[in-house]
T-cell receptor, first 115, second 113 residues
Framework: AQTVTQSQPEMSVQEAETVTLSCTYD???????LFWYKQPPSRQMILVIR??????QNATENRFSVNFQKAAKSFSLKISDSQLGDAAMYFC????????????FGQGTELSVKP | DAMVIQNPRYQVTQFGKPVTLSCSQT?????MYWYQQKSSQAPKLLFH???????NEADTPDNFQSRRPNTSFCFLDIRSPGLGDAAMYLC????????????FGSGTRLTVV
């Protein structure tokens, strides 16, 4: 069974600085998708960034980028120029074409941004 | 805007009293999912519908049921809520079972008293 591990329950960053959230996963599949979701307190979970495993190029969305290391099964999220609005719980998630499209989540990393 | 809407946002129910949570979508997505998220934990999949086909996770308690009367609506029924069922319930949709990410609703926070 696939598993996703986020080893940092909490992280803190100064406004305007850069922070990296870690995620590792375990799978025997070769084709899959990885995601980072953001969940602000009492608010909707939204997609931050997505990576297809067959793509070697790391995904980037504005201030958010990933470092995808397929062989190491690592998928970290870098947030540049951190803003107060980035404060939230961040979930790393795995999805394959099997298992009914099920999203498997890590335990989450609570990110706080200091002004 | 196309979206996933969950009602109500907050629900308080009595121990053992049946409760229904609703989810609607305007995305015309084929798949609808229900996740349970307890405090400070990762969301856990309860079940999903692919069109009219219902798929239950092996470890979902029998106390949880679901209905999807049409493409747009999906309901989560908890037949006899216990204190341990207090959680945030997230509805999500995806176009199909392959690849893409989900669109989530805002969730319903269920309190059992």
């Amino acid at each position: 069974a696939q598993t996703v591990t986020q080893s940092q329950p909490e992280m803190s960053v100064q406004e305007a600085e850069t922070v990296t959230l870690s995620c590792t996963y375990d799978t025997s599949e070769s084709d899959y998708y990885l995601f980072w979701y953001k969940q602000p307190p009492s608010r909707q979970m939204i997609l931050v960034i997505r990576q297809e495993a067959y793509k070697q190029q790391n995904a980037t969305e504005n201030r958010f980028s990933v470092n995808f290391q397929k062989a190491a099964k690592s998928f970290s999220l870098k947030i540049s120029d951190s803003q107060l609005g980035d404060a939230a719980m961040y979930f790393c998630a795995y999805r394959s074409d099997n298992q009914g499209g099920k999203l498997i989540f890590g335990q989450g990393t609570e990110l706080s941004v200091k002004p | 805007d196309a979206m996933v809407i969950q009602n109500p946002r907050y629900q308080v129910t009595q121990f053992g009293k049946p409760v229904t949570l609703s989810c609607s979508q305007t995305l015309n997505h084929n798949v609808m999912y229900w996740y349970q998220q307890k405090s400070s934990q990762a969301p856990k999949l309860l079940f999903h519908y692919y069109d009219k086909d219902f798929n239950n996770e092996a470890d979902t308690p029998d106390n949880f049921q679901s209905r999807r009367p049409n493409t747009s609506f999906c309901f989560l029924d908890i037949r006899s809520p216990g204190l341990g069922d207090a959680a945030m319930y997230l509805c999500a949709t995806s176009r199909d079972l392959l690849g893409g990410g989900y669109t989530f609703g805002s969730g319903t926070r269920l309190t059992v008293v």
